[in-house]
């Protein structure tokens, strides 16, 4: 078992936080404190600690204010915007998200951002994708809208050696237009093309904070594996964006109001399930500024 593999019962940590495991992958509650105040930074620390460990943690009963959000997100790093999704007015920090990569649902839609509601890790189309993110919930359907986590090192530590032999020293390519190309005109995609050229990321990362190992692709970005045959790169990618699917890697956060998601965006991937329309779901994330992956 690795250094931060979830503990097994709920447990006060430093700072007096309660961490309660959301499942035996990943995942944790953590309750114990008000985001609508400013943190000390043992709390901060705290946090941050179980966000290593359990790689995606949950608060409930946050009303927290724009400028709360902001804060927050501000303790573990610098925020960034994005290119594409739309951010709160006045706030260009924090993202307005409707349904699938932000687009506000309509009934001809709907069969579209259904199949492109895709397992991915946030803006990997980025030389330096974000550290994490932090999700707060605006507006929630009655029924649905969950969302779903997986631990990336835990899908990689269960590849058979020979299949992390084959990809240790591989990269892949992660792309924009991939995700958001079929959603805009061309002079976009030609000013997103320009503005976020193709990067190469290696297919396992390390992370610069705890030393796993992480399977480091994505349907939603990664476009190619490179240095291999065009048939054999493309039976290797589909095989391992596959394994992101299968439950026991995964934890299933159903949102309550006011309910906020931060999570590790070096370890997870994660999927919004859209199975809640005609109803609406609204969502707002401030995104934590990251590092290049090694």
């Given at each position: 078992?690795?250094?931060?593999?979830?503990?097994?019962?709920?447990?006060?940590?430093?700072?007096?936080?309660?961490?309660?495991?959301?499942?035996?992958?990943?995942?944790?509650?953590?309750?114990?404190?008000?985001?609508?105040?400013?943190?000390?930074?043992?709390?901060?620390?705290?946090?941050?600690?179980?966000?290593?460990?359990?790689?995606?943690?949950?608060?409930?009963?946050?009303?927290?204010?724009?400028?709360?959000?902001?804060?927050?997100?501000?303790?573990?790093?610098?925020?960034?915007?994005?290119?594409?999704?739309?951010?709160?007015?006045?706030?260009?920090?924090?993202?307005?998200?409707?349904?699938?990569?932000?687009?506000?649902?309509?009934?001809?839609?709907?069969?579209?951002?259904?199949?492109?509601?895709?397992?991915?890790?946030?803006?990997?189309?980025?030389?330096?994708?974000?550290?994490?993110?932090?999700?707060?919930?605006?507006?929630?359907?009655?029924?649905?809208?969950?969302?779903?986590?997986?631990?990336?090192?835990?899908?990689?530590?269960?590849?058979?050696?020979?299949?992390?032999?084959?990809?240790?020293?591989?990269?892949?390519?992660?792309?924009?237009?991939?995700?958001?190309?079929?959603?805009?005109?061309?002079?976009?995609?030609?000013?997103?093309?320009?503005?976020?050229?193709?990067?190469?990321?290696?297919?396992?990362?390390?992370?610069?904070?705890?030393?796993?190992k992480h399977l480091f692709v994505n349907k939603v970005?990664?476009?190619?594996?490179?240095?291999?045959?065009?048939?054999?790169?493309?039976?290797?990618?589909?095989?391992?964006?596959?394994?992101?699917?299968?439950?026991?890697?995964?934890?299933?956060?159903?949102?309550?109001?006011?309910?906020?998601?931060?999570?590790?965006?070096?370890?997870?991937?994660?999927?919004?399930?859209?199975?809640?329309?005609?109803?609406?779901?609204?969502?707002?994330?401030?995104?934590?500024?990251?590092?290049?992956?090694?």
């Amino acid at each position: 078992m690795n250094a931060f593999a979830p503990i097994a019962a709920s447990a006060t940590i430093d700072a007096g936080l309660t961490v309660t495991p959301a499942g035996p992958v990943l995942g944790a509650e953590i309750s114990g404190v008000d985001l609508r105040q400013p943190l000390a930074p043992e709390i901060v620390a705290a946090i941050r600690a179980a966000l290593l460990r359990h790689k995606v943690v949950f608060f409930r009963d946050q009303d927290i204010s724009h400028e709360d959000h902001v804060r927050f997100g501000r303790y573990f790093g610098d925020l960034e915007g994005h290119p594409v999704t739309a951010h709160v007015p006045g706030f260009p920090e924090i993202l307005h998200i409707e349904a699938a990569d932000g687009m506000k649902l309509r009934e001809e839609i709907v069969p579209i951002v259904r199949a492109a509601n895709k397992w991915h890790t946030d803006v990997t189309f980025r030389p330096a994708p974000s550290m994490g993110g932090v999700l707060r919930m605006r507006q929630m359907p009655p029924l649905g809208g969950d969302t779903l986590f997986a631990d990336t090192a835990a899908i990689y530590r269960d590849l058979p050696d020979a299949l992390k032999a084959r990809i240790a020293d591989l990269k892949a390519e992660h792309d924009i237009l991939q995700s958001y190309g079929y959603r805009v005109d061309e002079a976009k995609r030609q000013e997103l093309r320009a503005a976020h050229p193709v990067q190469a990321h290696p297919v396992v990362r390390t992370h610069p904070e705890t030393g796993e190992k992480h399977l480091f692709v994505n349907k939603v970005f990664t476009t190619r594996i490179l240095g291999l045959p065009e048939d054999e790169a493309a039976k290797l990618l589909a095989d391992l964006l596959d394994r992101v699917k299968t439950p026991e890697y995964q934890v299933r956060f159903r949102w309550t109001p006011n309910a906020i998601v931060f999570w590790d965006n070096r370890a997870t991937q994660h999927y919004a399930i859209l199975d809640y329309w005609p109803q609406e779901r609204v969502v707002e994330r401030v995104t934590i500024q990251g590092d290049v992956p090694f």
